[in-house]
C-alpha cells in the first residue's frame, strides 16, 4: 500500500469508529475495510490520503469539511446511518469529489482559481476570482 493510501486507511478506520461509537454499532469487520478500498480505487483512497496530509480536510469525527470552503457549507458526513444496517454505510460520493478536489487543488491554486466543494449545483466548481462590480465601475466614473 502506498503512503498516502495508508494515511486514508488510518484515518478512514478513525471515521468508521466514530459512527459506530456514534450510533451504536458495533465495530466492522476487516472485511468491511476492504470492500470499502476495493470499490473507492487505489486513486481515490490516495487522493483523500494526500489531502488529508495536505491539511486540505478538516475532519470532525464522521463529519468533514475542506478548506476555504464558505462557511455556511457543510460540514458533510462520511457515513449515513440506515435502519437496516448494521455498518456504516458510505456516502461514496463524497469520497469521490475529496479526491478530485484534492487532486485539483494545486493546479488550481497555480492556475489563480478557487476552488469549491458541493459549490451551488456543481460538485466542485473552479473560478477565477472577479473583483468586486462596485469598485469596477467606482473605476469607470473616475475616468
Not at 495508508?6 to 476492504?34: I, K, M, N
Not at 491539511?55 to 476555504?68: A, S, T, Y
Not at 440506515?82 to 475529496?98: F, K
Amino acid at each position: 500500500m502506498s503512503y498516502y493510501g495508508g494515511v486514508f486507511l488510518h484515518h478512514f478506520r478513525q471515521w468508521a469508529r466514530a459512527a459506530c461509537d456514534s450510533w451504536s454499532y458495533s465495530e466492522p469487520r476487516d472485511d468491511f475495510f476492504d470492500r470499502v478500498q476495493d470499490r473507492l480505487t487505489d486513486s481515490i483512497v490516495e487522493w483523500i490520503g494526500y489531502g488529508i496530509q495536505a491539511g486540505l480536510l478538516i475532519e470532525d469525527g464522521v463529519h468533514f469539511n475542506l478548506c476555504e470552503n464558505a462557511p455556511e457549507k457543510g460540514p458533510y458526513k462520511w457515513f449515513s446511518k440506515r435502519a437496516d444496517a448494521r455498518e456504516p454505510q458510505c456516502n461514496w460520493e463524497y469520497y469521490v469529489q475529496v479526491a478530485f478536489f484534492a487532486r485539483l487543488w494545486e493546479p488550481c491554486r497555480h492556475a489563480a482559481l478557487s476552488l469549491t466543494f458541493e459549490d451551488e449545483l456543481m460538485d466542485l466548481a473552479a473560478r477565477r476570482a472577479v473583483q468586486d462590480r462596485r469598485v469596477q465601475a467606482g473605476r469607470l466614473i473616475r475616468r
